[in-house]
């Protein structure tokens, strides 16, 4: 008998998500850059929602999944992101600013057409809807020009610490609460340096909340090394690729053949572990 798992392209994972309000929507998984590191990483985009794909493993655990068990317990969980972090190094590519020249207004499709990565032209109407708060935007004749603004961008960030102070940190627990203001702030700035280059966005949030950019980043170094040193050795496997999330159909990226998954030879079905077992000693 088929398992409910063959002809998947890739071995069965574990993925945790928000709901979404409708139960039948379908995501899409996405291969964006991103906007810190510049590396590909996966985000799922499901009702109208942009959300990272992360990956977690503890050093011992398995997961029964049906028939199959997923060995190394590993699982994917995807976290909400505001959608501007992700679009803001393309739209500052795209403006070709040089030095006092403020640069091009330029229409979306242009602007999210980016080599390799077809997923951001599936994101159009959210680039829309979201980056005027970041740009000055121009219409002629029924059609939209996008330029990025600093001082827009700037104002959009200091909301994003004012956000993590009043809203975020309250619920971490009474270590944050007991911070300093100061440092408080500094750990608000850590926080949404994870999606920001360090130049020019850092350094001028830094410049306007008056801290020291250079020590915002050492502290930022020192936590990821401490991170790094306690964290499992054992290396994510590649995220899903971009297809439809509820698409079990979906063929294996850049043609590489489809893994089959590990099923025991001779086992019984895990379920059966799990019966009920009568007097008679048959399973009901």
């Not at 398995?62 to 393309?90: H, Q």
């Not at 829309?128 to 029924?142: F, G, R």
Request: hydrophobic share 35%.
């Amino acid at each position: 008998m088929a398992s409910w798992h063959d002809g998947l392209a890739a071995p069965p994972r574990v993925l945790i998500s928000p709901r979404p309000s409708d139960v039948s929507a379908r995501g899409n998984v996405l291969s964006l850059r991103h906007p810190r590191s510049g590396d590909e990483t996966g985000y799922l985009f499901i009702d109208g929602q942009l959300q990272e794909i992360n990956w977690f493993k503890e050093r011992y655990g398995s997961w029964f999944l049906g028939d199959y068990v997923c060995e190394d317990g590993g699982l994917y969980y995807c976290t909400p992101v505001d959608p501007i972090f992700i679009f803001l190094p393309t739209f500052e590519a795209a403006r070709m600013s040089n030095g006092k020249d403020p640069g091009k207004f330029r229409q979306l499709d242009e602007i999210l057409y980016v080599e390799g990565y077809p997923g951001y032209q599936q994101l159009m109407d959210v680039a829309e809807h979201h980056m005027e708060l970041v740009c000055e935007v121009k219409e002629v004749a029924n059609m939209k020009f996008f330029r990025l603004d600093d001082s827009k961008v700037l104002s959009w960030l200091c909301c994003k610490v004012v956000h993590n102070l009043k809203e975020v940190f309250p619920k971490l627990g009474k270590n944050y609460a007991a911070q300093l203001e100061k440092d408080q702030l500094k750990e608000a700035v850590q926080m949404i340096r994870e999606y920001l280059k360090d130049e020019p966005w850092l350094a001028l949030l830094c410049k306007k909340l008056q801290l020291d950019t250079n020590e915002i980043i050492n502290d930022a170094t020192t936590k990821t090394n401490e991170a790094s040193f306690c964290a499992d050795s054992s290396l994510a496997p590649a995220p899903p690729s971009e297809s439809k999330a509820t698409n079990g159909s979906a063929k294996p990226s850049k043609g590489r053949p489809a893994k089959k998954p590990k099923v025991e030879v001779g086992s019984k079905n895990i379920k059966d572990m799990f019966r009920r077992v009568t007097r008679s000693g048959s399973g009901s």
